[in-house]
């Protein structure tokens, strides 16, 4: 990727140092406009101080970070009105009511176009995208904590943020507000050309929500790829599985696509039950983690030939 490419975050050589120990150690990456970034990594990796350092609450030791084309640590009340957070947990005024509080931030934003955009939300349509319909006249301090959690994104997004920063969005959500608030995120990135960086321990959630996936693992990035693409590299071939003449068969390749089309180029409709099954994210992260944790770094020379 290129800065001429629309970048919304630009990240170069990033380092963060606490007394003698390197939290951060030159981490680097790009993210553009409308891509869907998950940053993953075990406790401790430094996930939570890079998110800090992008948001400008906290200042690095070295390195260039420049978000929206300005530095975080000089971002200005109108530089602010462009970005979204959702934290894990924050206090607010639990005798409020829904419509009333996110009428009230809506308020402090400019009702001003980008990218074709007016904001910020209308705190209807705000309330009906997160699934709060119902509980919109509710106070907040009698939402349950699935609810309490749509709230917090909804209070994330009432700008209408270029970059949207989401931290464990999902956590306490039943499987229907899961699916919706994914629906929510595809339309943000997709209708609005939000870039939204999020952490996650849900690695399924992560797989289906991200265009790019970042692993962090002991202060770098060790791995920078599509799901599918450090599928491949990382947790090797694929599994086809069909079936000829009543008889079933599998055979593992790198090149399953490729495959598939061989076979069905030479069988056609003989093949049937015809199933390809890849490591999931699942797989791959925990066999970077644990490659990267026991010092086999060979995957993660590979995965710099990708040219991120």
Do not use: C
């Amino acid at each position: 990727m290129t800065v001429g490419e629309d970048v919304a975050i630009d990240v170069e050589r990033l380092r963060m140092r606490y007394g003698a120990r390197d939290v951060l150690q030159d981490v680097t990456f790009q993210a553009r406009s409308g891509e869907v970034v998950a940053l993953l990594g075990p406790n401790g990796a430094g996930k939570t101080t890079t998110i800090e350092i992008l948001e400008g609450f906290r200042k690095p030791s070295a390195g260039r970070v420049e978000i929206l084309g300005t530095d975080p640590t000089r971002g200005g009340e109108d530089w602010r009105a462009r970005i979204g957070i959702v934290l894990q947990s924050w206090r607010d005024h639990g005798r409020w009511t829904v419509r009333r509080l996110l009428a009230h931030l809506g308020a402090y934003y400019r009702p001003y176009s980008a990218n074709g955009v007016q904001r910020p939300w209308n705190t209807d349509e705000l309330i009906e995208a997160v699934g709060l319909t119902e509980q919109a006249g509710q106070r907040i301090m009698t939402l349950s904590g699935g609810q309490r959690r749509r709230l917090d994104v909804a209070i994330g997004i009432v700008g209408k943020p270029e970059l949207l920063f989401l931290d464990e969005p999902t956590a306490s959500f039943d499987p229907q507000a899961r699916r919706e608030f994914h629906d929510l995120v595809h339309r943000l990135a997709d209708d609005h050309r939000t870039t939204i960086l999020l952490t996650t321990h849900d690695l399924d959630e992560a797989e289906k929500l991200a265009d790019r996936i970042l692993v962090l693992a002991g202060g770098r990035i060790i791995a920078d790829g599509s799901a599918d693409e450090l599928s491949r590299r990382i947790a090797g071939e694929a599994e086809v599985r069909w079936t000829r003449d009543r008889q079933r068969y599998v055979h593992s390749t790198a090149e399953a696509t490729e495959f598939v089309h061989e076979l069905f180029k030479q069988y056609g409709a003989a093949i049937g039950e015809l199933e390809v099954r890849r490591a999931s994210l699942e797989d791959t992260y925990m066999t970077l983690v644990r490659d990267f944790e026991s010092g086999h770094t060979t995957e993660v020379r590979t995965l710099e030939e990708v040219g991120r």
